[in-house]
């Protein structure tokens, strides 16, 4: 298993539509293991396989389990479908690839999405609230959708670190152009070996 890197808004891998995985191997679960590892190293609830810039269609989500104590369950799931969709909810939405930005997302408040297990089984979750909001988020990504194209104009935001608040950060106004402007300096530095 191994921690990889995440690719950062403005990169193409992001933007492209991933295939569907039909031959099941060792690969493909040494993928979800990697996928595993970086979704929680970098404390994300979703991570779909284009962020680590693999375009097949295979995301991981986690929820927690409702039991107080218990490790949170993740569910791993090959070329996912959104087979139903019902009601609304309204939220703050953020992604590993887009670090440190939130912004408000109008999403289903339920969903089912049928997909295959890694061990290629059939799977059927059925999902509400900060699960269903995920589910959809990290499906959007296998299409090349980000969530700051569903984002409601003016709501995106900075998530700076400030001690004098309670949370430890206060959010700051931002544009997708300033947005966008940062997320490539980022890339930039890192491009240099930075990070
Ligand atoms: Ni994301």
Not at 28 to 46: H, K, N, S, Y
Not at 89 to 111: D, I, K, N, W
């Amino acid at each position: 298993m191994a921690r990889r890197e995440l690719l950062i808004c403005g990169e193409a891998l992001l933007r492209k539509k991933a295939k569907p995985v039909r031959r099941i191997g060792p690969d493909v679960l040494a993928l979800f293991d990697d996928m595993v590892e970086t979704m929680i190293a970098e404390q994300g609830l979703g991570l779909a396989a284009p962020q680590i810039g693999e375009s097949v269609q295979a995301i991981v989500v986690r929820t927690d389990s409702g039991e107080e104590g218990a490790e949170p369950l993740t569910y791993r799931l090959l070329n996912p479908r959104l087979v139903e969709a019902s009601g609304e909810q309204e939220g703050l939405e953020g992604c590993l690839s887009l670090p440190t930005l939130r912004g408000c997302v109008v999403r289903a408040a339920r969903v089912v999405v049928t997909g295959l297990t890694p061990e290629g089984k059939d799977l059927t979750l059925e999902a509400e609230d900060l699960l269903a909001r995920a589910l959809q988020h990290e499906i959007d990504h296998l299409r090349g959708i980000l969530f700051t194209d569903r984002a409601e104009e003016n709501s995106l935001v900075w998530m700076v670190p400030d001690e004098d608040e309670p949370q430890g950060f206060r959010y700051e106004p931002t544009t997708l152009r300033e947005a966008q402007e940062a997320f490539d300096r980022l890339r930039a530095r890192r491009g240099r070996g930075g990070r």
